[in-house]
């Protein structure tokens, strides 16, 4: 016969309660899937919900019309471009007198420019000759006078030509300036016939180191004393060059004299020993 259980102090359990069983943890069986499922790993590069961009389909090339080939635009476009540029510095090459195939010659450039004229080292003048108008001066030194002018030689000289010391010596790169009066109260002086000189005539200049610089009239010109061009006469140093000026026009007075003054241009061409 079954023992009863001694009753327990406090409240009794129901007996269904009593009669239950203890619960079994029983395992699933292989491949069954319990839980939630994982969240789908993302793809790396991309949001896992947008779809991949479509790649674009290569374009075919244009295919070119039967019995004609495809220019290459390119090409003479480019040769164009060099042909131009060609054209525009022979060009200023001609206009500046530059040998463009020798430009860039290392013996070319080493070498001093050619010449078509002599230059000669510097000198003082000491007499001046101008066969054409029968001129036969000593020269002496002048320089500036005390308003800012090239001064000219005292009257008492006025058979003499006055050589600007602040300017080249005759024969030197540069324009060499020679002053002289034209006349005096007593009558003419050293340069009275300078407006009478031709383009070609020849002006010589005896130097100190006993040679004699040969000059060619370029031109024979008339300025106004207030708008001689100051450049011109003094700022020319392309080549060696001779300035023989004078006064001339009409007769104003005062400290002005003549209204107009006579320039002769002339270049250096030949020298020799005097």
Avoid at 12 to 36: D, F, H, N, W, Y
Avoid at 150 to 171: I, K, N, S, Y
Wanted: charged share 20%; hydrophobic share 35%.
């Amino acid at each position: 016969m079954a023992r009863r259980p001694t009753p327990m102090s406090g409240p009794r359990m129901p007996e269904s309660v009593l009669r239950k069983r203890p619960a079994q943890i029983v395992a699933p069986p292989p491949g069954t899937i319990t839980g939630p499922l994982p969240p789908t790993p993302a793809a790396p590069g991309r949001h896992p919900f947008r779809a991949p961009h479509p790649r674009p389909k290569p374009k075919d090339p244009p295919r070119p019309t039967r019995g004609k080939k495809p220019y290459p635009i390119g090409l003479i476009a480019l040769a164009l471009l060099f042909l131009g540029l060609f054209v525009v510095a022979m060009g200023i090459g001609a206009a500046i007198n530059i040998d463009l195939p020798n430009l860039f010659d290392r013996k070319a450039a080493d070498e001093p420019p050619p010449r078509s004229f002599p230059v000669l080292d510097p000198s003082r003048p000491e007499r001046l000759t101008i066969p054409s108008i029968k001129v036969e001066a000593p020269i002496l030194d002048v320089g500036l006078a005390t308003d800012g002018s090239v001064g000219v030689p005292p009257l008492r000289r006025h058979d003499e030509a006055g050589w600007f010391d602040g300017g080249p010596t005759p024969g030197q790169f540069g324009p060499a300036l020679i002053v002289g009066h034209a006349d005096t109260r007593t009558g003419p002086s050293v340069f009275y016939n300078l407006a009478k000189l031709k383009p070609g005539q020849k002006v010589e200049v005896l130097r100190a180191d006993h040679s004699v610089a040969v000059f060619e009239v370029n031109s024979v010109e008339h300025f106004n004393k207030g708008k001689l061009p100051i450049a011109r006469v003094y700022g020319d140093y392309s080549r060696p060059s001779l300035r023989l000026m004078t006064c001339g026009g009409d007769w104003v007075g005062g400290k002005t004299g003549y209204s107009d003054n006579i320039i002769v241009f002339a270049s250096l061409v030949d020298s020799r020993k005097a």
